[in-house]
């Protein structure tokens, strides 16, 4: 995943130059960069991004310290301004002319931004504890991956604001400056391969003139570039190791992690002991937040945690818990020997399972492989984004922005690992903004003419799937558990528990809702695929899109000889599912779902897998033995190329 933070001048001195380039350690007093990354066991910073040039600089050079302090600690300066200051001043210029040389445009407070990139957990478990081979291709996918959200950055993100009140906007055409430094363990000692990747603000004008780049669309684009992140180096990791990724559920109600299939849970569990102890002060800050009133004894903020006042406690958490600093360093080699033996010591993971992790992987990639057909098809792939990022996404309004961050979490998930064509992501966005997206942009400003503002809601009329809010609750006696839902009372508090043992009650979570209303869209819009008649057919798409936790398996028959079983409920959606989640404490109790429509769910899934079966049947008689099919994989994760059939959801 990647986080963002910002980086303002001061910061550089008393945070990034004696704590984070050097691998978040302490760096001695008087000890120069160089030395004390090396002390540290890091290695340096390199130079990247395509506005090098214009600096005079080359990708994949060291930064020196001298480089960084002009460009982020002080208010944005050339990296050379020093050597540009002192040949001005020996040319006979004045003082102030000479400083005004080694200027990158006005002096800014905000110098950049601090992108972190990790991968996904059992990633960098391979990493650490897989041979130096594993390790080094991993990294090498770990900076593709890096390097490929810089240039989306660069394309679709970064603009400079100019002229009054910023009226002006345009693309950097030389591109951004960047300095990436590798890290190689978390606060804990636990592994964890992350590089913190200082993006400047500074951009040069087509007219050659230096402006600023404007932070809030960085901050904007976090949630699409981090999807990007980890598509792609999941994509990259899997293909030079020939491995496959699975779903794992971290968080009942939320988005599935697409994580290495094949290495044990129990590993990652083993890492999580920094999440253990920010989860056990995150409840003690759940239980304050829901319980504090103000001096006139009225509940300060709502009796249940939503989602958003979750993330900020979640950090308070993490700035709470954060351990000292280590003053021990330990070179990569002896961290990694460590880390095995640790892992064989305290995991609870056999030895063997954990000498032999990328061998399973290549087991479970096998399997999946088998079972999984990893399909795309851009026009079911624009109804199941619609309506993931219309029921999440509060009171059913989002932006070009949401839309592009699902569907990027959506191949993730139908790829299982795969390299997709580029360009497929943006292609499904706009085959969901043209069919299934209604403009309700009411601009004031010329900000909500440009594409990116655009406000949009589905155009589907579904009373079944619109977004809701339950209202608040009344205030939580001091003795009691907050009300679990609105019009019920506090249960009392048993008499062998503390106040805050009780459950915190929370905004429910959509996901589960998100997927069966991208299900009901899918049965009700299920002349797309026959209008289209293209080779890809509904139950495939569904077989790959949807959760398995949601699928009926094939029924067990006995054999028949040489015969092969018929996986007539290949794909289908396995009713007993949905009634057990809509029963569970989800938010599907909020959407609403009748035994009857869950009936005709099940219905329309199967009269679809029945008919999409047939039409390939009467395709292979019609086309005898020159029938296209899906030999492999390698094959069937390419889309259906458009053609006369195919609408506007085919994209641009």
């Known amino acids: 995943m990647m986080d963002i933070a910002i980086i303002r001048a001061g910061q550089m001195y008393r945070y990034y130059l004696r704590q984070v380039l050097v691998g978040d350690g302490r760096r001695p007093p008087r000890t120069p960069l160089a ?43 050339h990296p050379y301004a020093d050597l540009i200051e002192a040949d001005q001043l020996a040319a006979g210029k004045s003082p102030k002319a000479a400083f005004r040389a080694g200027a990158l445009g006005r002096r800014v407070t905000v110098t950049g931004v601090d992108l972190v990139f990790r991968p996904q957990p059992t990633i960098y478990l391979i990493w650490a504890l897989g041979d130096e081979k594993t390790r080094r291709v991993i990294e090498a996918a770990h900076e593709r991956a890096i390097v490929r959200v810089l240039a989306w950055i660069e394309d679709q993100v970064a603009v400079i604001r100019y002229g009054k009140d910023g009226i002006y906007k345009v693309r950097p055409p030389g591109g951004l400056v960047a300095v990436r430094f590798r ?10 391969l992350h590089d913190h990747l200082l993006l400047s603000v500074k951009g040069q004008r087509l007219d050659r003139k230096w402006g ?13 570039a981090s999807a990007l992140y980890n598509e792609t180096v999941a994509a990259e990791v899997c293909e030079a190791l020939g491995l496959a990724t699975e779903p794992r559920t971290v968080t009942a109600g939320r988005r599935p992690v697409m994580e290495i299939a094949g290495v044990p849970h129990e590993l990652i569990r083993w890492t999580a002991r920094r999440g253990e102890q920010i989860a056990a002060c995150l409840k003690e800050l759940e239980t304050e937040y829901v319980s504090a009133v103000g001096d006139d004894g009225e509940l300060t903020f709502l009796p249940a945690v939503s989602e958003r006042a979750r993330v900020q406690l979640n950090k308070m958490a993490a700035h709470k818990t954060r351990p000292p600093k280590r003053q021990k360093t330990r070179s990569l080699a002896q961290l990694r020997a460590d880390w095995k033996q640790s892992a064989i010591d305290t995991s609870k993971v056999a030895a063997d399972i954990i000498n032999s992790l990328l061998e399973r992987a290549h087991a479970a990639a096998a399997a999946i492989r088998a079972r999984v057909a990893t399909v795309v098809d851009v026009a079911l792939a624009a109804v199941d984004v619609t309506a993931v990022v219309f029921v999440m996404n509060g009171g059913g309004r989002f932006h070009c922005r949401h839309l592009l961050a699902e569907a990027r979490r959506h191949l993730a998930l139908v790829l299982r690992g795969r ?40 155009r589907w009329d579904l009373p079944d799937l619109q977004p809701t809010r339950r209202p608040p609750t009344p205030a939580p006696d001091p003795d009691q558990p907050p009300p679990a839902g609105p019009g019920t009372l506090a249960a009392p508090r048993p008499p062998d528990q503390d106040v805050g043992e009780w459950e915190i009650p929370r905004v429910p979570l959509r996901y589960d809702r998100a997927v069966l209303a991208a299900a009901v869209v899918r049965g009700k819009l299920r002349t797309t695929t026959a ?34 079983p018929e996986a007539e409920h290949r794909g289908m959606v396995d009713l007993s599912a949905l009634r057990a989640l809509k029963k569970s404490r989800t938010d599907l109790e909020a959407l609403g779902f009748t035994d009857e429509q869950l009936r005709l769910l099940l219905q329309v899934s199967t009269r679809a897998g029945h008919q999409s079966r047939r039409r390939a049947a009467e395709r292979a008689d019609r086309q005898g033995a020159d029938a296209p099919h899906r030999e492999d994989d390698q094959q069937t994760h390419h889309p259906q190329q458009p053609g006369p059939h195919h609408g506007p959801e085919a994209g641009r």
């Open 183 to 192: 890290h190689y363990e978390a606060r804990s000692g636990m592994p964890l």
């Open 531 to 564: 209008r289209r008649g293209c080779a890809y057919d509904g139950a495939a798409h569904q077989q790959a899109a949807t959760p398995e936790q949601l699928l009926a398996h094939p029924p067990a028959a006995p054999e028949r000889g040489d015969q092969e």
């Open 35 to 77: 030395q004390a990354q090396k002390e540290a066991g890091v290695p340096a910073g390199r130079w990247m991004g395509r506005g090098l040039a214009a600096l005079g600089l080359t990708a994949g050079d060291v930064v020196t310290e001298a480089q960084l302090r002009n460009l982020f600690g002080e208010r944005g300066r």
């Open 212 to 224: 600023s780049i404007h932070s809030e669309a960085l901050f904007e684009s976090t949630v699409a």
């Open 419 to 458: 390299r997709r064509e580029a360009g497929l992501d943006d292609r499904i966005v706009d085959a969901a903004i043209a069919v299934h997206c209604l403009d309700i942009s009411e601009p004031k400003t010329l900000r909500g003419l440009l594409s990116d503002y655009r406000l949009y809601t589905a």
